[in-house]
């Protein structure tokens, strides 16, 4: 299976679609969101949010936090780089994270640079005009094989 490649119509869409993807992932796992100012990277954390069963109003871009816990069986991790540096990511020590026993989801995952790690879920977020959105979904990384697998129950 090669990439997932969806067009969303509308925000609820969104929040579905991410809620069947939390479904693959397991502990340790990272998702690397790209994509402009309101594509919906947040949205697309609600949903994983939503599948991993966590309650939705408690999720927002941590914008002043840098990242949010989210407690759950499987904890999710948000993180928000869009006014980070390199230097707030280590202060931070965003590894025990990335690493640690939850999910990540990071938005703004261009400034992670060569942080970016080795493996990882890449979802990238297009504007298609009004409500569309143009969403691809890969894993980048050794896993690849196995973990695409059951990317086509998206589409
Ligand atoms: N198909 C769609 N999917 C997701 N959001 C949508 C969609 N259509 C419209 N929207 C709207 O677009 C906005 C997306 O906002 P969101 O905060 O998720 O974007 P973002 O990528 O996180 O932005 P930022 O870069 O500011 O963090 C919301 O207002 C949402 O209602
Ligand atoms: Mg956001």
Redesign the pocket.
């Known amino acids: 299976m090669e990439d997932a490649h969806i067009v969303?119509?509308?925000?609820?869409?969104?929040?579905t679609l991410a809620s069947k993807f939390s479904k693959l992932l397991k502990r340790g796992d990272i998702v690397c969101?790209f994509?402009?100012?309101?594509?919906?990277?947040?949205?697309?954390?609600?949903g994983i949010a939503r599948g991993l069963k966590i309650r939705t109003d408690a999720v927002h871009?941590p914008?002043f936090t840098l990242m949010n816990i989210y407690e759950a069986r499987i904890p999710l991790y948000h993180f928000?780089l869009?006014r980070i540096s390199s230097c707030d990511l280590f202060d931070l020590g965003y590894e025990e994270f990335f690493y640690g026993k939850g999910v990540s989801a990071v938005?703004?995952s261009e400034k992670l640079g060569t942080l970016l790690p080795r493996e990882h879920w890449k979802v990238e977020?297009k504007h298609l005009g009004?409500?569309?959105?143009d969403?691809r979904i890969g894993y980048h990384g050794a896993g690849a094989g196995k973990r695409t697998k059951k990317l086509d129950t998206l589409s």
């Not at 009004?130 to 959105?133: F, G, L």
Request: aromatic share 12%; glycine share 10%.
């Open positions: 969303s119509n509308s925000y609820s869409e969104t929040l969101l994509g402009d100012l309101g594509a919906g990277k947040t949205a697309f954390v609600k871009s914008t928000d869009y938005e703004w977020m009004s409500d569309k959105r969403i």
